[in-house]
């Protein structure tokens, strides 16, 4: 090779390890499984409100488990968590301006979410390798627990849009113990599990605060956006600590998800409008628990 040939190969070098890169192993069936599990992570989301990793992760998990290597759950969690940041921050940014957050709670709740993210992924870091399964049955638990809390949750809301004397009360929080009660589990679970929080917060903050659905969810999206900026770099960090995997994998993953993603979010709000979202939230809970059952007992 002349030097003169020098740069031109170098290019050639450098575009062919950033295909490779952004490639993920699988083929294209894998290549069009993960356009597809973004869309569906997008438009439920959209329509019912929940975060994609709900989605994305036990998706994956059931369908390419071992993807790369026994410890993929954790690869999955970084693809997860940076779709969630891209999903959430424009969904945070109009409940921002539509002003319905409340900065009390916020002031206390993304401190101690911050510090709950960190500790959830430094958690969930001891569990690498074979060991991974266990995390694996503790996503699946979690995915039962939001099944029968999203049950329990509608059912209150009918219990009260038929008794209209039990209305809800806006709180102002002022204590920071509520900001630490609602932040630290939402930013703790988000990282152990990759699934943003929002699971938690919402119905805490409209069960035990009473405060309006609207604002509970509004600032929940709020929380899932610093969750996500915390968690990100942090399991992209125990990513790199775990010899047998990639943290160019994770980031290829979040490329194929997050457009799909996006999309399917603004599809996902025109549906909720459409369709009959109580037949869409009870099939969505059908698959959730089944596929919590098939990840607890495997």
Known sequence: MTVAEMPAAS?????TLAADALLPPGGIAVWLLLPAVGLAAGALGGALGIGGGLIIIPVLLLTQPDLFG????????L?????TV??????????R??????????RSAIPAALVGAIGGVLLASLFSGPQTRILQQIFGVFLLLVVASNVALGRLMSRNAANPHIAETPANPRSWRHGLLVGGPAGLIGGLLGVGGGVWAVPLQYLGLRMPLRTAIANSAMLIVFV???????QAWAVWRMPELSVAAGIALAVWIAPGAVLGGWFGAALT????VEWLRAGF??????????????
């Open 97 to 106: 301006r539509a002003r319905v957050l409340t900065p009390e709670l916020l």
């Open 86 to 95: 891209v999903v959430s921050v424009p969904a945070a940014i109009r409940h």
């Open 11 to 15: 290019t050639h070098l450098a575009m």
């Open 273 to 276: 409008h459409r369709l009959p």
């Open 285 to 298: 809970h059908v698959l959730l628990a089944a596929s919590g059952l098939r990840l607890l007992i495997g």
């Open 70 to 77: 026994v410890g993929s759950l954790h690869v999955f969690k």
């Open 79 to 83: 693809a997860a968590l940076i779709t």
């Open 228 to 234: 996500g900026l915390a968690s990100v770099p942090a």
